[in-house]
T-cell receptor, first 113, second 115 residues
Framework: DTAVSQTPKYLVTQMGNDKSIKCEQN?????MYWYKQDSKKFLKIMFS???????INETVPNRFSPKSPDKAHLNLHINSLELGDSAVYFC????????????FGAGTRLSVL | AQKVTQAQTEISVVEKEDVTLDCVYE???????LFWYKQPPSGELVFLIR??????QNEISGRYSWNFQKSTSSFNFTITASQVVDSAVYFC????????????FGQGTRLTINP
């Protein structure tokens, strides 16, 4: 019973391709997030949705487009992949009224060749 | 703007030693939350603790303890009698209690426990 699940776990692709990462949570949370972890392990917020509404959109290239079809899902679509997009992408979820403990998925390691 | 600094990039100790991971933060908010997360070699991020800025009591959970000092803006993490399984990257993080509640992470400290 994985609480926050991401697919795929690994993604290897060529520059210029378009790819998607999916995230689902079964915790009944109302808020979901995408974070990017670079090669130096630095973690930075990208997006957040609360009840399907975008509430955080950090300075991320518009090639990145999140989509939340419902409270339990938050997908990340990336167009025209670049070498610099190679990173580990983490999905997280929380219950906004419950003091913001965020639970993370296992991460998706994206390698752009 | 919020900022978290973990000045220790890497720490290496021998098993059974005690080790303290430092975390210093900056925020203009009077109310905030502080967190520690563990990232073992398998790569997932595991929640360890959350502390409210109004609660300066230290906390102990088994071999883990946390020392929150608002006066020095620090939230340090001590592992007593370290074990090889404690080897991981540890992240300190800060968030606002309202609004977007994003986590602002420190750079992480890579802890290696040698047998």
């Amino acid at each position: 019973d994985t609480a926050v699940s991401q697919t795929p776990k690994y993604l290897v692709t060529q520059m210029g391709n378009d790819k998607s990462i999916k995230c689902e949570q079964n915790l009944g949370h109302d808020t979901m997030y995408w974070y990017k972890q670079d090669s130096k392990k630095f973690l930075k917020i990208m997006f957040s949705y609360n009840n399907k509404e975008l509430i955080i959109n950090e300075t991320v290239p518009n090639r990145f487009s999140p989509k939340s079809p419902d409270k339990a899902h938050l997908n990340l679509h990336i167009n025209s992949l670049e070498l610099g997009d190679s990173a580990v992408y983490f999905c997280a979820s929380s219950l906004r009224a419950a003091k913001n403990i965020q639970y993370f998925g296992a991460g998706t390691r994206l390698s752009v060749l | 703007a919020q900022k978290v600094t973990q000045a220790q990039t890497e720490i290496s100790v021998v098993e059974k030693e005690d080790v303290t991971l430092d975390c210093v933060y900056e925020t203009r908010d009077t109310t905030y939350y502080l967190f520690w997360y563990k990232q073992p070699p398998s790569g997932e991020l595991v929640f360890l603790i959350r502390r409210n800025s109004f609660d300066e009591q230290n906390e102990i959970s088994g071999r883990y303890s946390w020392n929150f000092q608002k006066s020095t803006s620090s939230f340090n993490f001590t592992i007593t009698a370290s074990q090889v399984v404690d080897s991981a990257v540890y992240f300190c993080a800060l968030s606002e209690p309202q609004g977007a509640q994003k986590l602002v992470f420190g750079q992480g400290t890579r802890l290696t426990i040698n047998p």
